[in-house]
T-cell receptor, first 112, second 113 residues
Framework: GENVEQHPSTLSVQEGDSAVIKCTYSDSASNYFPWYKQELGKRPQLIIDIRSNVGEKKDQRIAVTLNKTAKHFSLHITETQPEDSAVYFCAASIGGAQKLVFGQGTRLTINP | GAGVSQSPSNKVTEKGKDVELRCDPISGHTALYWYRQSLGQGLEFLIYFQGNSAPDKSGLPSDRFSAERTGGSVSTLTIQRTQQEDSAVYLC???????????FGPGTRLTVL
């Protein structure tokens, strides 16, 4: 079945610097790749997603890139701010279905 | 409109007791998912309902776990004979039939003493 690996498990960056989180997936039929942000004690919330027919998507300070050949995708956060501190989860669809498999999460800490 | 809601928000129970956790999805969403999140861990898939299809129960960790979805809306996750290792946050999510995006509820924090 689909397997999603996420790295690193923890990441600490200085405020204003960039942060990059990477995920790999195993199912070549996966076609939907969302990223969720979970603040402490809160529910996961979608921050950006990408489909397999595009290679990059941007929304203000966040961007996601997808390499279908290598089966990996990455989240990029630029000009990091303290409010970016949270746990970030990547996910991949099971083929073209709605069901998602999640990575193990990355705890991002922004140091002032 | 209202988002996904779950009740109770917290549940403390004694080992061996049964518990029921409730999820109210966003109105009109055809897909409903249950996940378990242990402290500091990722999202462990439990079960998935899609419309009138048979549910995907492949993530249920044991036969003590079951779930129902009545009338294509509200869902109840039941854990029988709870064990201490069942302690976790149980998250519900729903998505519309036209999209993969999952909208999460606030979760139920279950503590088994």
């Amino acid at each position: 079945g689909e397997n999603v690996e996420q790295h690193p498990s923890t990441l600490s960056v200085q405020e204003g610097d960039s942060a990059v989180i990477k995920c790999t997936y195993s199912d070549s039929a996966s076609n939907y790749f969302p990223w969720y942000k979970q603040e402490l004690g809160k529910r996961p919330q979608l921050i950006i997603d990408i489909r397999s027919n595009v290679g990059e998507k941007k929304d203000q300070r966040i961007a996601v890139t997808l390499n279908k050949t290598a089966k990996h995708f990455s989240l990029h956060i630029t000009e990091t701010q303290p409010e970016d501190s949270a746990v970030y989860f990547c996910a991949a669809s099971i083929g073209g279905a709605q069901k998602l498999v999640f990575g193990q999460g990355t705890r991002l800490t922004i140091n002032p | 409109g209202a988002g996904v809601s779950q009740s109770p928000s917290n549940k403390v129970t004694e080992k061996g007791k049964d518990v029921e956790l409730r999820c109210d999805p966003i109105s009109g969403h055809t897909a409903l998912y249950w996940y378990r999140q242990s402290l500091g861990q990722g999202l462990e898939f439990l079960i998935y309902f899609q419309g009138n299809s048979a549910p995907d129960k492949s993530g249920l960790p044991s036969d003590r776990f079951s779930a129902e979805r009545t009338g294509g809306s509200v869902s109840t996750l039941t854990i029988q004979r709870t064990q201490q290792e069942d302690s976790a946050v149980y998250l519900c999510a729903s998505s519309p039939g036209t999209s993969n995006e999952q909208f999460f509820g606030p979760g139920t924090r279950l503590t088994v003493l």
